[in-house]
């Protein structure tokens, strides 16, 4: 089991570029999502799914659009790049909701130049 | 969502117990607490959860008194590879999805 993988490690952008980060997992979860977390920070969710063809918006979801067309991928779409979103961004997936155990990728960490 | 508060930083020294509390005052009766652990460039981990009373693990302990309004990660004889920063989570219902993970607390272990 690779658990939950992500690509790139590192991205580099200019201001109004687009890109998608992709998140995948292999532990056959219903619920995936996207957190950022800003230097000495904690994580903050921008987008989630609970399951293929069902996401929704979480804390900090402007900037950024998510699909779920398989259990599987879950990719983050930055539309038009900012400076402000700056940051690293972990994906997550876990079996059930509220408490249950989060599985989190290593992480891509973006600079937006 | 039930808003938890934790020290911002913790020191400590190899082979000393560390315990980090965490207040949540207004846990609801179906939220679980759930403990994490990261470390820098990499996501966090899952240390421990539980409802009430007290669980232990191979890693740590987690104390929760019987009003549940608070709880203490205990980590026994840490070494300076338990350096790192660890979330306290409050969560359970059904549409408590939207997780956040505050600051959380910096525990540095010194040799």
């Known amino acids: 089991n690779a658990g939950v993988t992500q690509t790139p490690k590192f991205q580099v952008l200019k201001t109004g570029q687009s890109m998608t980060l992709q998140c995948a997992q292999d532990?056959?979860?219903?619920?995936m999502s996207w957190y950022r977390q800003d230097p000495g920070m904690g994580l903050r969710l921008i987008h989630y799914s609970v399951g293929a063809g069902i996401t929704d918006q979480g804390e900090v979801p402007n900037g950024y659009n998510v699909s779920r067309s398989t259990t599987e991928d879950f990719p983050l779409r930055l539309l038009s790049a900012a400076p402000s979103q700056t940051s690293v961004y972990f994906c997550a997936s876990h079996p059930g909701l509220g408490g249950d155990e989060q599985f989190f990728g290593p992480g891509t960490r973006l600079t937006v130049l | 969502l039930a808003k938890t508060t934790q020290p911002i930083s913790m020191d400590s020294y190899e082979g000393q117990e560390v315990n980090i509390t965490c207040s949540h005052n207004?846990?609801?009766?179906?939220?679980?607490i759930t403990w994490y652990q990261q470390f820098p460039s990499q996501g966090p981990r899952f240390i421990i959860q539980?409802?009430?009373t007290k669980v232990t693990n191979e890693v740590a302990s987690l104390f929760i008194p019987a009003d549940r309004k608070s709880s203490t990660l205990s980590l026994p004889r840490v070494s300076l590879s338990d350096t790192a920063v660890y979330y306290c989570l409050v969560a359970g219902g059904a549409n408590d999805y939207k997780l956040s993970f505050g600051a959380g607390t910096t525990v540095t272990v010194r040799a």
């Open positions: 207004n846990i609801a009766t179906n939220d679980y």
């Open positions: 539980g409802y009430k």
């Open positions: 532990m056959n979860h219903e619920y």
